[in-house]
Nanobody, 121 residues
Framework: QVRLVESGGGLVQAGGSLRLSCAAS????????MGWYRQAPGKQRELVAQ???????NYADSVKGRFTISRDNAKNTATLQMNSLRPEDTAVYYC???????????????WGQGTQVTVSP
């Protein structure tokens, strides 16, 4: 069974930093895109950042220059370094990965359980 487990959320003051990690485990043949999404209360889930297996990245305009996504393909992990955090970054952050399992020919999208990030003014 494929699982994504996030860690690293918490409470931080505005201007501070947090580092989120996501580890994928299970019968994984390959991982295409890994990404981070977030959902604030009363709002839709939105893309924060994505990274392909080749290292190409994509960021939401609201986090460009402040957040950095990276991954370790050998360890099936992704990291989101968040700097200069703002109160509007407060949300539950979810890891997402497009994974091809052993014995399958179609990739599926998997989600982590989410980790809370709270930024105080």
């Amino acid at each position: 069974q494929v699982r994504l487990v996030e860690s690293g959320g918490g409470l931080v003051q505005a201007g501070g930093s947090l580092r989120l990690s996501c580890a994928a485990s299970g019968p994984i043949f390959s991982i295409n895109t890994m990404g981070w999404y977030r959902q604030a209360p009363g709002k839709q889930r939105e893309l924060v950042a994505q990274i392909t297996s080749g290292g190409s990245t994509n960021y939401a305009d609201s986090v460009k220059g402040r957040f950095t996504i990276s991954r370790d393909n050998a360890k099936n992990t992704a990291t989101l370094q968040m700097n200069s955090l703002r109160p509007e970054d407060t949300a539950v952050y979810y890891c997402n990965a497009e994974i091809l399992r052993y014995g399958f020919t179609v990739k599926n999208a998997y989600w982590g359980q989410g980790t809370q990030v709270t930024v105080s003014p």
